[in-house]
């Protein structure tokens, strides 16, 4: 069974910069996504139950782009990267490839957004 974690209001699950080898699956609960301007905290996004969370960071294995933290109780699954990449493994190699594409060019995107 896969590692559960809770969150209260205002505490944070990953903060803008850091390293990641897990991401995570909102059971339940609703998180707030920012990112650091002037020295401040600028609310650019918002994730539901039923969303992942840290996904980025945790495919292409760059620091985190965005700081995330809970508006309300939050329960979230733990998604390791071994489990992840077991899996990845047994799938054909285009697969892989079509994952690293898209991520690329969502990180791409996610650099040019103006807060």
Request: proline share 3%.
């Amino acid at each position: 069974m896969a590692d559960k974690i809770t969150l209260k209001p205002e505490e944070y699950l990953m903060r803008e910069g850091e390293e990641s080898n897990e991401m995570y699956f909102l059971n339940s609960g609703t998180m707030a996504v920012f990112k650091v301007k002037n020295n401040a905290e600028v609310q650019i996004g918002t994730i539901y139950s039923g969303e992942l969370v840290g996904e980025m960071s945790f495919l292409d294995n760059e620091p985190r782009s965005a700081t995330v933290k809970a508006i309300g109780d939050c329960e979230l699954m733990v998604i390791p990267a071994d489990k992840l990449n077991k899996y990845l493994d047994k799938q054909p190699k285009w697969y892989r490839a079509l994952v690293q594409t898209l991520l690329d060019r969502l990180r791409r995107t996610s650099q040019r957004v103006k807060i």
